[in-house]
């Protein structure tokens, strides 16, 4: 089974910042990488496919980088609507979500 | 527009089988080179994938659910459904189904099914 670990576990930090988060494979999955925000009482929302893909409709501050086993997502200026929980997901072998990462804006 | 409802019975006693149905609108469930998956949620914890099924009819599940999953589908409804068998309380979750190609773009609004006698 491949294992993902998010880093960190929860962010908080203040609007207009840069954020990062983390995502590491147990074994390479290629590109294979997606990333969702989940908020509550929602279905999540796929913001970036094939590592670094965004998806049509998601704002531009959002970028995803990596390759092999290690990728980030990005958000190059936080905004208040983007408190949520935020989950990678490989799909080079079935499938394996992260643990996820919740974001706060303080 | 593609869109997917889940449904079925929120309550399930333990040791029987959850059953849920998925219903696809706006779009074909043997559209080709799309996956169509399970996701849960337990409460308070992450998002965890539970099987997939290939346009194709090929399935795949998750090693650590495998002997009591079974993902099937039913053209003629144009939907899809989950079973999960012996269930306990750590089976009670939101339960979502989606589509996608890899990565999932569409999902339900998913539904809560809760273990309990």
């Known amino acids: 089974d491949i294992q993902m670990t998010q880093s960190p576990s929860t962010l908080s930090a203040s609007v207009g910042d840069r954020i990062t988060i983390t995502c590491r494979a147990s074994?390479?999955?290629?590109?294979?990488l997606a990333w969702y925000q989940h908020k509550p009482g929602k279905a999540p929302n796929l913001l970036i496919y094939?590592?670094?893909s965004l998806q049509t409709g998601v704002p531009s501050r959002f970028s995803g980088s990596g390759s092999g086993t290690e990728f980030t997502l990005t958000i190059s200026s936080l905004q208040p609507d983007d408190s949520a929980t935020y989950y990678c997901?490989?799909?080079?072998?079935?499938?394996?979500f992260g643990q996820g990462t919740k974001v706060e804006i303080k | 527009q593609l869109q997917l409802q889940e449904s079925g019975p929120g309550l399930v006693k333990p040791s029987e089988t959850l059953s849920l149905n998925c219903t696809v609108s706006?779009?074909?469930?043997?559209?080709?080179?799309?996956?169509w998956g399970w996701i849960r949620q337990p409460p308070g914890k992450g998002l965890e994938w539970i099987g997939s099924m290939y346009y194709s009819g090929s399935t795949y599940y998750n090693p650590s659910l495998k002997s009591r999953v079974t993902i099937s589908v039913d053209t003629s409804k144009n939907e899809f459904s989950l079973k999960l068998s012996s269930v306990t309380a750590a089976d009670t979750a939101v339960y979502y189904c989606?589509?996608?190609?890899?990565?999932?773009?569409?999902w339900g609004p998913g539904t809560l099914v809760t273990v309990s006698s």
């Open positions: 706006g779009g074909s469930i043997s559209d080709s080179s799309y996956y």
């Open positions: 074994q390479s999955v290629n590109n294979f």
């Open positions: 989606a589509r996608g190609s890899g990565s999932y773009k569409y």
């Open positions: 094939k590592a670094s």
């Open positions: 997901q490989q799909y080079n072998t079935y499938w394996t």
